[in-house]
């Protein structure tokens, strides 16, 4: 599940015409416009409230006629949220009032609108650990919107070319430089060779992390769930840049059409991998404690590498990485969990068994999976990635869900089952008391665990690291479905969801495409990582030739 950037609702055409909405507006009766248009946009109730800026469960109160609107602040935040032509509602047009406030301007030249804050959870998230007045961030979040909204067109895309130009092996490189002590004598970067090319990451592993073969779902995978009033989150260094950090990114997601919603999070407390046992505890936090904080460490790097790029000068010993400095100084630090916020989750490669067809394959073979990160996500934007990709969270039972195999099978039936995404917590479709319920399963997933103690499929945890370029945990896992059958049933059914842009498929015999593929550039970092190790993996399951690899090494 990941953050996800997507349009908001938007009224259809003829919505404010209809008799029942002409009514409610008329009667000035909010719970019943917001019903409305719910209805006819598709909207959840946390989008009205993003919409608005205000929590869900007040847009709940609105619709349950528990909540009113009273103030004529409240009823422009009501009109101007959710584009109600103001004169319907008895208000004055606002482009009006601010020409007659500036004789100067006419119609045809608009002010510059700031839009109503719809990241007011995160104001108040920012002014209680900053230690400052909530108007104080508000107003400061509300300038730097202004700012960013006065930058050309072409300078944005010229920022962007200059972002997607920093290289893997650049990031790498310039982490080695900052974390220039000796690393710990067992640890080291996971580096892969793929028939002699070194592909390397910035995911921190140690021996005993690589090459691992734990069963998920079983007994081997132990996650304990600690109370978050027993593991208190470190408090955040949440002054000077990285305030100013913070608040950029809130206004960066304002401007972009960036939904951010505060769904908890499991942070990694403790980890103890074995060659076939697992064993962790992990507490919940917000996603404002990861998100204004450790989230915010990759595009910090990236944007100084690509400002090195364009003028042509690396300057690694006066490179200035602040954030970095006050969230992840060094490796111990990074390696010492419960000091520190580590959130993370599954990236899993899917390997599906296919016969041998009459259209062209003329051997059995797995069809591996490789997606594409679609432009509306918040993290590895256009890179390359196996599916499912998660981060670990709860949904509604968190000591229940702690086990990262639960966030695994969810992610599996969002990214390509087809199930309607479960992080919305208070979408109108999300009220199940049991949302892991089988009748709620799809067709696709419900066939596997029917099969749970069969040999039809498995899945394993085949490698653990600490990705050092955003602090991030990262469980490599490999998803492998022995059973023809499933395939042969299910197979046409697959699609992608909103968070990829194109899916890839790649056949488990085709060693030429598997040896481009794993040097692809593009790679993220986890991406490489869960590939490389889940397919070591498969070539070592394999019993009836469906796998033809390239030769991979791994320095680790």
Request: with cysteine.
């Amino acid at each position: 599940m990941t953050r996800r950037q997507r349009s908001y609702p938007v009224a259809p055409p003829g919505l404010w015409d209809r008799e029942d909405m002409r009514s409610a507006l008329a009667a000035r009766d909010m719970g019943a416009v917001i019903t409305i248009f719910r209805r006819w946009t598709g909207a959840s109730q946390t989008d009205i409230g993003v919409l608005l800026g205000m929590p869900q469960p007040h847009v709940s109160d609105f619709e349950r006629g528990i909540r009113h609107a009273t103030s004529l602040a409240m009823f422009e935040r009501l009109a101007d949220g959710l584009g109600i032509p103001r004169p319907l509602l008895g208000l004055a047009d606002s482009q009006h009032d601010q020409a007659e406030a500036e004789p100067g301007r006419t119609r045809a030249e608009p002010s510059h609108q700031i839009p109503a804050i719809r990241s007011v959870d995160f104001v108040a998230w920012l002014a209680e650990q900053s230690k400052t007045s909530f108007r104080v961030v508000y107003d400061r979040l509300a300038a730097r919107i202004q700012q960013l909204a006065h930058v050309p067109d072409p300078d944005r895309s010229h920022r962007a070319y200059l972002y997607g130009r920093v290289t893997r092996e650049q990031v790498v490189t310039a982490l080695a430089q900052y974390y220039r002590t000796p690393l710990p004598t067992d640890c080291t970067f996971y580096n892969v060779q793929v028939d002699g090319m070194t592909m390397p990451t910035t995911v921190l592993v140690r021996p005993a992390w690589v090459s691992t073969r734990i069963p998920l779902g079983a007994e081997a995978e132990r996650f304990a769930f600690v109370s978050p009033s027993l593991a208190p989150i470190p408090p955040p260094h949440l002054e000077g840049d990285a305030l100013a950090a913070a608040i950029n990114r809130l206004a960066t997601a304002e401007l972009s059409s960036t939904v951010l919603t505060n769904d908890p999070l499991y942070r990694l407390l403790r980890i103890a991998v074995q060659p076939d046992r697992l064993d962790a505890s992990v507490t919940s936090m917000s996603f404002a404690d990861y998100a204004l904080t450790m989230d915010l460490l990759e595009s910090e790097l990236i944007e100084t590498l690509a400002e090195e790029n364009a003028a042509a000068s690396p300057r690694a010993r006066s490179r200035r990485l602040p954030l970095r400095d006050a969230y992840l100084p060094s490796v111990m630090h990074a390696l010492d969990l419960e000091r520190r916020i580590c959130a993370g989750g599954p990236v899993a490669l899917l390997a599906a068994a296919r016969p041998a067809n009459a259209i062209g394959r003329k051997q059995p073979d797995y069809a591996l999976l490789v997606q594409e990160r679609s432009p509306r996500v918040l993290n590895a934007v256009g890179k390359l990635a196996v599916i499912p990709k998660a981060f670990h969270q709860p949904t509604v039972e968190p000591a229940a869900e702690a086990h990262v195999s639960t966030s695994l099978l969810r992610e599996l039936e969002e990214e390509l089952l087809g199930r309607d995404e479960l992080g919305d917590l208070f979408s109108s479709d999300f009220r199940k008391v049991d949302p892991f319920h089988t009748d709620l399963l799809s067709a696709p997933l419900r066939w596997l665990l029917e099969r749970k103690d069969s040999d039809a499929y498995r899945i394993e945890c085949v490698g653990f690291g600490i990705n050092l370029l955003s602090g991030n945990y990262e469980f490599a896992c490999l998803v492998v479905i022995d059973d023809e059958e499933w395939w042969g049933r299910f197979g046409g059914q697959l699609q992608a969801n909103w968070e990829v842009e194109r899916i890839r498929l790649y056949s488990s015999r085709d060693t030429a495409s598997l040896r481009d593929l794993m040097r692809d550039p593009q790679w993220s970092n986890e991406g490489l990582f869960a590939f490389s190790e889940g397919l070591r993996r498969l070539a070592e399951l394999d019993t009836r030739q469906r796998v033809a690899a390239p030769f991979i090494d791994v320095e680790a």
